[in-house]
Nanobody, 126 residues
Framework: VQLQAFGGGLVQAGDSLRVSCQAS????????MAWFRQTPGVEREFVAA????????YYADSVKGRFTISRDNAKNTVYLQMRSLKPEDTAVYYCAAARTYGGANVYIQPQHYPYWGQGTLVTVSS
């Protein structure tokens, strides 16, 4: 599967932004999807994940209550709606895909995902 993330930009603290990830090349509904983010010199950090039908979602504590992951299998797209953005949310956001959930301590690891989008930069100014 090929993934393309888009929708990043420059926003102010407190604003909202939605990033999207379009999939192609395979059956999107067969993939467990996730968003990660990365800043220079820091390991890629898990943000959120969603199961194949969207029935379950998972979030990092740092974004819980502010970010919402969702998917539209008819459009082959996964979304990350970000609200109440903070300067510390500034990062390159990556979407990732895997065929399996892997378990509670597995799906949060970047190594679990064989497929990645190219990333989209989100900058939150104070």
């Amino acid at each position: 599967v090929q993934l393309q993330a888009f929708g990043g930009g420059l926003v102010q603290a407190g604003d909202s932004l939605r990033v999207s990830c379009q999939a192609s090349g395979d059956t999107f509904s067969e993939y467990f999807m996730a968003w990660f983010r990365q800043t220079p010199g820091v390991e890629r950090e898990f943000v959120a994940a969603i199961t194949w039908t969207g029935s379950s979602t998972y979030y990092a504590d740092s974004v819980k209550g502010r970010f919402t992951i969702s998917r539209d299998n008819a459009k082959n797209t996964v979304y990350l709606q970000m609200r109440s953005l903070k300067p510390e949310d500034t990062a390159v956001y990556y979407c990732a895909a895997a065929r399996t959930y892997g378990g509670a301590n597995v799906y949060i690891q970047p190594q679990h995902y064989p497929y990645w989008g190219q990333g989209t930069l989100v900058t939150v100014s104070s």
